[in-house]
């Protein structure tokens, strides 16, 4: 039997309807009651369904009192199922061997796991982790029984077993690097730190910031490959040079990854130094091969390539696009990139700044004089020492220091334009100049080479912005840097992100991805105050599902629909 709803004219009828079969087979219908006009049933037809219940031995659900639900609060889960399903297929699970040979009581691979997930959804400070582990269901951690010292707890094991879980990191990337020909790029960062307190072996020290400011902080040095997967990190005191740290960082990763036949390292300009060419030329790979470089020349050196390249300036004078040569220096290649544009606007923007200097400058003269003459004038009066200062500052904040010099020796305000400074400035305008042995990249090959060098800062901007590594709030040396693992960690998980991303055309950034993916969430209430919850999530939207397939990650589970309840 069914209902079936018939049409008189303008009117709808509900009938109760019966199919059966005639004596020859044939399957008809005939109707068993005719219950009334749709429009005009009410409640009258209540009495009949609970009847019928009550016949059939089913609960009443019309006259039965309505069920006691408590809502908690929903959780994010999209973000962090996502997290922990690439956790695991990298081989990050891998951490729990690791640990679980240590006497810990607490799950260290587990807290280690929820610091890094932090850094990609809601990078906060240890407390902060426990606000955001309010808000978010982690898969297979228990929240509840989380504190801030079990936080700091892990990071001392992380520091404790530190060569244990490099190797296992080590292990992890391998598979993901080009084993034939590896391009790796070096470079350093600045992070500033907080805090007054001086520890042993503290690594904070004061020194020159990335944005040009002396400040309390460590540098962080960073190795990528050419794919922009970050495969080696170290944390150095804030007041060490950059150049030294090249060929010690150079030698750990090759230690760690013998198995690569071949490698062009790529570093920018403050890591080059005649020691670091004698000393990078003399590196063998495990397979007997030289290391090979394109290093970027600093421009405290341009001087002394002045003359080398007066025959390519030649051909810069009348160039529209960029035009690449290579120069033969001291048995290595010297491949040479001029950009016109950006000659012509670096020229344009200097000469603009020296003519205000000096048309301020000439003002200042001329109120002097005017005061030796007697002449009485509106202000502050001036005085030559005054001048001289305000020049010197003026010129440095230009960055023309090294062409328009001041005489702060001389008793009078004096100043001249170095014209050979201004001419050496001028002939470099525009200009890359990069060192390299290989021996069988072109010229423009070597020049995307170092471009590529970009990728490397876009990973340090990852770093302070999305993850947010800086400013580092720790005191202990060694609790820095178990911060700066955790967010190197994050770091490679982010990357991996994105190249999976990119290469499903997803159009979408590992940001934008977390945040699409954080609104599936897990449900979770209690029905007449039930000892045991129903627990559900809610629907995958089209985005989300795409998202999961993009980067290859199995979907959440469905425990139960609360669309069912």
Known sequence: MFLKITRSGPRQYLQLVEAFRDDAGKAKHRTLVTLGRLDQLTDSLDSVISGLLKVTGRPDFLNAPLPAVEFESARALGNVWALNELWESLGFGELRRV????????????????????????????????????????PGVEVESITHQHLLRSMDALVDHQTEVDAVVANLLRPLIDQELSVVFYDMTTIRTEGTSDQEGDVRRFGMAKEGLIARQVMLGVVQTGDG?????????????ESPTLLPTLKTVLERFPSIRRVVLVADRGLLSLDNLEELSEIRLESGEPLEFVLAVPGRRYREFAELLNTFQAQCVDAEQEIVAELPWRGLRLVVAHDPEVAKDAQALRRERIETLEAQASAWVGKLD???????????????SGAKARLYHAVKEAHLANIIRVDLKNELFAYEIDHDALALAELMDGKLLLVTNTPDLSPQGVVDRYKSLADIERGFRVLKSEIEIGPVFHRLPERIKAHATICFTALILYRVMRQRLSSADAQLSPERALQELQKLQHHQIRINQAERPVTGISRLSETQDRVFAALRLKKPTQPQQLSLL
Not at 104 to 133: Q, T, Y
Not at 229 to 241: D, M, R
Not at 370 to 384: E, F, N, R, T, Y
């Open 99 to 138: 640990f679980g040979k240590t006497r810990h009581s607490i799950d260290v691979e587990a807290l280690i796991r929820v610091m890094v997930f932090n850094r990609l959804c809601d990078p906060e400070s240890k407390l902060g982790v426990l606000r955001w582990l309010d808000t978010v269901a982690m």
């Open 229 to 241: 997967l970050p495969i080696y990190h170290e944390v150095f005191a804030g007041n060490t040079a």
């Open 370 to 384: 005017a005061q030796d003459a007697g002449v009485k004038a509106c202000g502050k009066k001036l005085s030559d």
